[in-house]
């Protein structure tokens, strides 16, 4: 049973996280050979400024402004 981790920024949709599940799932049954209903799936929703990248939290990062402002002022 394969039990997957996903962490995103907040703010992705319902729609974008259920597209995303389909996605991995059918790769895990085709690549794995796994039950699609053994296929679990966790999303763990991070905001920028508890990640950094080279040592810069993504919410002070120029080069990933577009991202954040992307995802909506819940982030």
Do not use: C, K, W, Y
Not at 11 to 27: H, K, L, Y
């Amino acid at each position: 049973m394969p039990n997957i981790t996903v962490e995103l920024l907040r703010g992705r949709t319902v729609d974008q996280r259920r597209a995303f599940a389909q996605a991995v799932a059918d790769s895990a049954v085709e690549i794995l050979g796994a039950r699609r209903q053994d296929v679990r799936m966790v999303f763990t929703e991070i905001t920028p400024d508890i990640v950094a990248n080279g040592g810069v939290l993504a919410s002070e990062d120029d080069s990933r402004a577009a991202v954040v402002a992307a995802l909506g002022d819940e982030v």
